[in-house]
């Protein structure tokens, strides 16, 4: 479609044409004529039959309309809509640090539909995934952007009306930062900064400039969350017991002199200043009770409330409150939960999302972001998060979110149908599992990894049919991928292949123990010829995977991904091995079978309603696997 934009386009130009071929248009005087003004208020967006408007306030918001127009004009020759923003930062925090380092195409795509959905901020969670100079060893192999790739990524954000704000940290989660020989003498625990140490200072200050540099932002979101052993290592050597949080403000108001020195504007998670108040160490306690002389000690820094868990409106109202008497407004940050295995969790992940983003609204935050963490390895794909960031932008824009709305916002958006997206669902959301999955199982994770011949969740799902609830998604998935965009269908090949592996294995190691303990071995025969196509299965699934892993991310994490496949085929292959030798007699006794199976416990909680939930080390043994 050919389209004349009459007016200023001035601070547009660079954005519309980055998203010509997005969108789906080009420019031509000869084009459709759509007027623009840029004013002050809402979006408001119309068609008449010889030409259309566009009225808008922020960049990001023409970006958001024109896509509109688009998506209207399609099925209607008049319309007019109108938005209110409700939210002054609407944003995105992707995670490049669980070994996924989403390249600059990758971000550059991420960009395109975070502009067109109307979101205006990204940050890019970096522990040491990003380049200093100073320290050589700092995300050495792990796939570091260098300054010139974040600079990239910036201006082709700005664009677009996108603010990308630095995303670090400078207390704790710097276990990858600090393993190296470089770090000893800043380093207290294994993940934690050694406070008060000048040395540690002057690493913080290259970080903070390394980091910032890139970026046309004055915003910088400096971490600090989830120091749980803060002051407990060589600083309780060379200190003796202090109270963590005078440690804590100490630290942070030294780093915060760091970035005013620097002109920004920082900004950190607050969990540690609720879990010091609490003997148990929770932040989610509304008896948490912060000291009012560390209230007042709290240096001139904004407070990022995350929370990825409660499904209570009056939750988070209450808990946005209570940070509210720490003396400001939080920042709010959600979770799209596709950190929760190999496939996303998206029940929990709309239903906290509405309750939250409702509650923000009522209570008068104006700034909340969508985090997607890569926990674990990053195993699930990056690209899942979408639907949910659709979600979070939708409600940017309006105050009630319709089923109807979203779905057809994310088909424009990203091409992709929301309904094939919601069939991820299902490979954790299975038999045994509540509804929108709230308890967080993850059985397509556990089931892919435990070992057939000790199947530490085997208990947790007797009885579940899990086979063939599995099945059932292979003609599902079939039929979502022959229908999909070129976009799409690899990703749901990937999961269609995924369905094939564990139609078979879920339950492998139950009906191997099961024909072991009866001794029918005609039974062993046949699983033992299961198995062989089972491990051919498993390597067409690592193929998929590695496909989807490099058309998205850094080299660098792939071998941790891998390694995990190849220690699945191995040991699919000595469980034939095991079997053959029991069945010709070679061994009169499986010891891994003759084990009694129990149900998994710890170290999550485990309600009826869940069947469990794990990382790869503790799943695939009982042993010590580091």
């Known amino acids: 479609m050919k389209l004349n934009f009459i007016g200023d386009t001035t601070e547009l130009a660079e954005g519309i044409k980055i998203l010509e071929k997005e969108l789906h248009f080009e420019q031509s005087t000869k084009g459709f004529p759509i007027y623009i003004t840029n004013r002050a208020g809402s979006i408001e967006v119309n068609c008449e039959q010889d030409h259309g408007v566009i009225k808008y306030e922020e960049k990001i918001h023409f970006f958001r309309a024109l896509g509109l127009w688009l998506e209207n004009y399609q099925t209607m020759e008049n319309f007019h809509l109108v938005e209110d923003p409700k939210f002054s930062m609407t944003g995105v925090m992707l995670d490049s640090s669980r070994n996924a380092v989403l390249t ?40 570091r952007y260098t300054e010139e790739e974040l600079r990239n990524c910036d201006q082709y954000a700005s ?25 000893a003498g800043i380093r207290d625990t294994a993940d934690i900064l050694l406070v008060d ?28 969350d989830e120091a749980h052993q803060l002051g407990l290592g060589k600083y309780l050597e060379q200190n ?49 009770v912060v000291p009012q002389e560390v209230m007042e000690s709290i240096p001139d820094t904004q407070l990022v409330y995350w929370d990825y868990y409660h ?56 700034e909340v972001f969508a985090t997607m963490w890569g926990d674990n390895g990053a195993e699930t794909p990056l690209t899942t998060s979408l639907p949910v960031l659709q979600y979070f932008a939708e409600h940017a824009y309006h105050e009630k979110v319709t089923k109807e709305q979203l779905e057809k ?3 424009y958006c990203t091409g992709g149908n929301f309904s094939d997206f919601m069939i991820l669902n299902k490979f954790d959301e299975t038999p045994g599992v509540s509804k929108n999955n709230l308890h967080e199982s993850n059985p397509s994770k556990f089931l892919l990894w435990q070992d057939p011949l000790i199947g530490l969740y085997d208990e947790n799902i007797k009885g579940l049919e899990l086979n063939s609830h599995y099945q059932n998604l292979i003609s599902q998935l079939d039929t ?17 292949q995924l369905a094939v592996v564990l139609s078979s294995k879920a339950e492998l190691g139950i009906q191997i123990k099961h024909a072991y303990d009866n001794k029918e071995k005609g039974v062993l025969n046949q699983l033992v010829k299961q198995i062989t196509l089972l491990r051919d299965n498993v390597n067409t699934l690592r193929k998929s995977h590695r496909t989807l892993w490099f058309n998205m991310y850094k080299a660098f994490g792939w071998e941790v991904l891998e390694i995990r496949y190849g220690g699945l085929i191995a040991r ?36 009826k309603v869940s069947l469990g939930r794990n990382i790869y080390r503790r799943i695939v043994t009982a042993s010590n696997l580091t």
């Open 104 to 143: 600059v195409n990758g971000i550059y795509s991420m960009l395109r539909k975070m502009a067109v959905m109307g979101l205006n901020v990204l940050m890019v969670y970096t522990e040491d995934t990003y380049e200093v100079k100073e320290y050589p060893y700092f995300g050495y192999m792990r796939g």
């Open 159 to 183: 664009k677009l009306g996108i603010e990308m704000i630095p995303c670090i940290q400078t207390l704790a989660h710097l276990t990858e930062a600090l393993k190296w020989n470089y770090a």
């Open 197 to 224: 140490n000048p040395d540690t200072y002057t690493f913080i200050e290259h970080l903070i400039r390394a980091s910032s540099s890139p970026f046309q932002s004055k915003r910088i979101h400096i971490g600090m």
């Open 240 to 288: 003796g017991y202090e109270e963590r949080f005078n440690i804590m403000n100490r630290h942070l108001q030294k780093v915060v002199s760091i970035t005013e020195k620097m002109n920004l504007k920082p900004m950190i998670w607050s969990d540690m200043y609720f879990r010091l108040g609490l003997k148990t160490g929770g932040y989610y306690d509304l008896d948490a």
């Open 311 to 366: 499904t209570d409106e009056e939750f988070y109202r209450t808990f946005i409150r209570k940070h509210q008497d720490l003396g400001s407004t939080p920042v709010f940050a959600g979770g799209v939960w596709i950190w929760n295995g190999i496939s996303p969790n998206y029940g929990k992940a709309l239903a906290t999302t509405e309750a939250a983003l409702t509650a923000c609204k009522k209570e008068g935050v104006q």
């Open 409 to 411: 916002r994310f088909y």
């Open 480 to 496: 979502v991928q022959q229908q999909s965009s070129n976009e799409w269908s690899e990703m749901f090949a990937f999961y269609q």
């Open 572 to 607: 699919l292959e000595t469980t034939e091995y095991r079997l053959q030798e029991w069945l010709v007699g070679k061994v009169t006794r499986i010891e891994e079978l003759e084990e009694e199976r129990l149900p998994f416990e710890g170290p999550y909680p485990m309600p």
